[in-house]
C-alpha cells in the first residue's frame, strides 16, 4: 500500500508531508482549496504526464514521492529485481522531480530509471479514477478494452499473437500495394529509383569522405600560416645550433661518464632514445615545410566535391551513411518493383497464409473475450445491485468486423444496460444518467480490480452526479472494496465521507502574501463538524452536526 506521499512546490502546495493507512482515506475540502492537486501529485508519482504548469509560481522544480509497502507484493519485487533495482523487499520509495524546462528526472529507489520503468511497476501498485472518467464509459470503443483487461492473463497473449500477424501482414501488403500499383504509376516509381540510384552511385561516396575533404580543405587554405610555423620550427630543431645538435652534444658529453656509474648510464640511454625519436620527428617537420604548397586547382576541386555532398545531403540524407542507407533502401525496393511475377505469386500465398493464421487466431480472441465479458457483466450486476441498481442487468453485444485483417482482431463491442425491470437493453449512451454511469464504473473497475490484485485505488470525486440512499449504496460499496484494498477517496458527500477510516481535510491559507494549501488529519471529535460543512450547514447548526454524527454512528455499524 501507499504509507507516505510528500509533493513539494505543485501549484499551491508549498511541501506536504502525508502518512496514509490501510481501509478507506477520505479527502474532503471546499472547492478550489487543493484536493485535485493532491491527487495530481500522486499521479506524477505513478509516471502520469509531467506538466511544467504544475509547478508552483516562482519555483524551479517540483518533487513528488510516493512510499510504499510491497512486503506482500511478490509480483513487484520480482519487477525489481529484473530491473536490477536494489530492495530490502519490504518499502518501495518512487519519485518524480519536474524542472521548468519540462524535463523530469524518475527514481526508484534512488535510482534514475526511465519514466517507462516507473509505469511498469506503478500499473501495478496503484489504480486512480477520475472525476469525470465515468463518461468514457459513453465512447463505446472504450468497452472492448474494459473486457480485455479483466481478464488480460487469458485475452492478452492471444490478442499480442492476432497483432504480432497482423503486423506482418502488413509488411506483405505494403510490398503488395507498393510494387504492383498501376502500371503507370509502377513505371513512374521504377524512374524516380532508378535516377536517385543513379544519382547516387555517380557520386561513388565514401563513408569517411567529408571529414577527409573538410581536413585538407582546411590545410590548403591556411597554407601560409603553416608553413610559416613549420619552417620556425624546423629552423628551432634542425639548424646549426638548433635543439637536435645542442641535444646530440648533450648525449656525447653524458656518454663520456656513462660507464662510471649506473645513473649515468640510465641517464644516458634515455637521452638517446630521445635524441633518435627528436631527430626523426625535425626530419618529419622539415620535409613538411618542403612538401607543402598552396594548389588553387586542389581547393577549387575540393570545395566542388563538397557541393555534390551537400547537394545528396539535401536529397537523401542528413550524412553520407544517411545517403548510402537510402540508396540501399531504393535499391530494395527497385527490385521489388521489377521483379518476376514469381515473387507476386509469393506474397500473395503469403498474404493469403497470413490471412487464414489471422482468422485463427482472431477466432480463439473472440471466444477469450466472449468469456471475459459474460464473467465481467455477471460480477458487475452483483456490484450494481449492492450500488442500489436492483434490477439492472448489463450485456456484452458482440460484433464482427468481416473485411481485410486489422489490429486487435476482428471483435467489435458494446455493452448494453436495462437499469429497471421490464426494460429492454440498451446502448449505456442511450439509458444511463451520470449517477448510474457512475455506478457502472465503479462496479466495473470493482469486479477489473479485485481480478488484476492492484492494491491501491484512487478515486477522485467520481460521486459527481448523485445523491441521497444512492451516495449511501456508493459509500457503502467504497468501505467494501476497502476491506481488500487501500482506497483514497476524494469526495463531497457526507454520506460516503462517514465510512472513513481516516479522514483529512485540505484547505487554503494565507501566509506571508502566499495562498498555499494544507492537509490536516481530522480526529474523532473534529470529522462531525466537517460533515456538517459538507452538508453546507456549517458548523455552527447543532442539528447538521447532530447528523453528521449520527451518519458516522450508523457507518460504523455496518458489516463487511
Known amino acids: 500500500m501507499l504509507f507516505r506521499l510528500i509533493i513539494e512546490n505543485v501549484a499551491l502546495i508549498d511541501r506536504l508531508d502525508i502518512e496514509l ?44 514521492e510516493g512510499f510504499f ?5 511478490p509480483e513487484i519485487i520480482e519487477t525489481l529485481d529484473d530491473m536490477e533495482i536494489d530492495h530490502d523487499g519490504g518499502e518501495l520509495v518512487v519519485s518524480r522531480e519536474l524542472n521548468i524546462s519540462g524535463k523530469s528526472i524518475s527514481r526508484v529507489n534512488g535510482t534514475v530509471v526511465p519514466l517507462s520503468s516507473i509505469k511498469r511497476i506503478t500499473d501495478k501498485l496503484c489504480d486512480i479514477h477520475g472525476q469525470h472518467e465515468h463518461q468514457s464509459l459513453l465512447d463505446e470503443s472504450n468497452h472492448l478494452p474494459v473486457v480485455d483487461r479483466y481478464r488480460e492473463e487469458t485475452v492478452c497473449p492471444i490478442l499480442s499473437e492476432v497483432n504480432s500477424i497482423y503486423s506482418e501482414y502488413s509488411e506483405v501488403m505494403k510490398k503488395l500495394n507498393s510494387g504492383f500499383l498501376s ?21 561513388g561516396l565514401a563513408e569517411d569522405e567529408e571529414d577527409r575533404i573538410k581536413e585538407e580543405l582546411n590545410v590548403l587554405t591556411n597554407a601560409e600560416k603553416i608553413a610559416e610555423n613549420l619552417t620556425d620550427a624546423s629552423s628551432l630543431l634542425n639548424n646549426e645550433g638548433g635543439a637536435v645538435t645542442k641535444l646530440k652534444k ?21 637521452l638517446s632514445d630521445l635524441y633518435y625519436e627528436i631527430e626523426d620527428a625535425a626530419y618529419s617537420v622539415r620535409d613538411m615545410s618542403f612538401d607543402l604548397e598552396f594548389d588553387q586547382r586542389r581547393v577549387d576541386e575540393l570545395e566542388s566535391r563538397l557541393d555534390v555532398i551537400d547537394t545528396l545531403k539535401h536529397k537523401y540524407g542528413s550524412s553520407i551513411p544517411e545517403i548510402l542507407a537510402f540508396k540501399k533502401n531504393a535499391e530494395n525496393e527497385l527490385d521489388s518493383l521489377t521483379g518476376d511475377a514469381d515473387h507476386r505469386r509469393k506474397l ?47 450485456e456484452a453485444e458482440f460484433g464482427h468486423y468481416s473485411g481485410d485483417p486489422r489490429e486487435n482482431g476482428r471483435d467489435e463491442l458494446r455493452l448494453l444496460l436495462s437499469a429497471n425491470e421490464g426494460e429492454p437493453l440498451k446502448p449505456l449512451s442511450k439509458v444511463a444518467s451520470g449517477g448510474e454511469l457512475s455506478r457502472i464504473m465503479l462496479a466495473l473497475k470493482t469486479v477489473i480490480n479485485d481480478a488484476d490484485g492492484i492494491p491501491t485505488l484512487v478515486f477522485d470525486e467520481i460521486d459527481s452526479g448523485i445523491s441521497g440512499t444512492t451516495a449511501y449504496t456508493v459509500g457503502i460499496r467504497m468501505k467494501h472494496i476497502a476491506s481488500k484494498h487501500q482506497v483514497l477517496c476524494v469526495t463531497h458527500l457526507p454520506q460516503i465521507a ?34 456538517a460543512r459538507i452538508m453546507g450547514a456549517g458548523s455552527e447548526s447543532c442539528a447538521a452536526v447532530d447528523h453528521a454524527k449520527e451518519l458516522i454512528e450508523k457507518a460504523s455499524k455496518e458489516s463487511f
Request: glycine fraction near 10%.
Open 21 to 64: 493507512g490501510r481501509g478507506l482515506t477520505i479527502l474532503t475540502g471546499e472547492t478550489g482549496a487543493g484536493k485535485s492537486i493532491i491527487i495530481d501529485g500522486l499521479n506524477l508519482v505513478l509516471g502520469g504526464r509531467g506538466n511544467r504548469e504544475l509547478i508552483s509560481f516562482g519555483k524551479q522544480k517540483c518533487l513528488a
Open 498 to 531: 462517514a465510512y472513513a477510516d481516516s479522514h483529512f481535510v485540505v484547505s487554503k491559507q494565507e501566509t506571508g502574501g502566499k495562498t498555499l494549501t494544507g492537509i490536516r488529519k481530522l480526529n474523532d471529535e473534529e470529522r462531525p463538524y466537517e460533515l
Open 348 to 394: 500473395i500465398e503469403k498474404r493469403d497464409e497470413l490471412t487464414n493464421k489471422y482468422d485463427e487466431a482472431s477466432a480463439r480472441l473472440t471466444s477469450a473475450r466472449r468469456a471475459s465479458a459474460k464473467e465481467l457483466c455477471s460480477l458487475a450486476e452483483e456490484q450494481l445491485r449492492s450500488l442500489g441498481m436492483k434490477k439492472a442487468k448489463l
Open 183 to 203: 502500371e503507370a504509376e509502377r513505371e513512374r516509381r521504377i524512374d524516380i529509383l532508378k535516377y536517385q540510384v543513379g544519382e547516387i552511385e555517380k557520386a
Open 250 to 270: 648533450a648525449v656525447d658529453d653524458i656518454g663520456r661518464i656513462a660507464d662510471l656509474s649506473s645513473h649515468y648510464g640510465e641517464v644516458h640511454s634515455r
Open 69 to 73: 509497502d510491497i512486503s506482500d507484493l
